[in-house]
């Protein structure tokens, strides 16, 4: 059992930045493929960045959608067992709850973007981008 716990988010102005973290308990979860997703009301839940489980001298890769690259940093501390999500140059079209997630131990990099792949969520934190 993973438990994920979500800070920061907020509201910000347009062009302005935020960091969310995702700190898991219960289990350590360097061996496990991470993500961020979003999600408006009415809509389902968007693939925004991944990580893969972390390799040999900390090594992972990282994924991101099409709408945040350039924007976006995700980045994960297995001291800490958090996943972090650097977002800059904010847009009111990302506005939205952002949720972490964590994928089963040893998953590979394939469909990563899927939000059925991954089997343990954050709580969920709002962003509000104002223009």
């Known amino acids: 059992q993973v438990q994920l716990v979500q800070s920061g988010g907020g509201l910000v102005q347009a062009g302005g930045s935020l960091r969310l973290s995702c700190e898991a308990s219960?289990?350590?979860?360097?061996?496990?493929?991470m993500g961020w997703f979003r999600q408006v009301p009415g809509k389902e839940r968007e693939f925004v960045a991944a990580?893969?489980?972390?390799?040999?001298?900390?090594?992972?890769?990282?994924y991101y959608a099409d709408s945040v690259k350039g924007r976006c940093t995700i980045s994960r501390d297995s001291a800490k067992n958090t996943l972090y999500l650097q977002m800059n140059s904010l847009k009111p079209e990302d506005t939205a709850i952002y949720y972490c997630a964590v994928r089963p131990l040893y998953s590979g990099a394939a469909y990563y973007d899927r939000p059925d792949k991954y089997d343990y969520w954050g709580q969920g934190t709002q962003v509000t981008v104002s223009s």
């Open positions: 990580v893969s489980s972390t390799g040999v001298r900390s090594y992972y890769n990282t």
């Open positions: 219960g289990r350590t979860v360097t061996n496990h493929p």
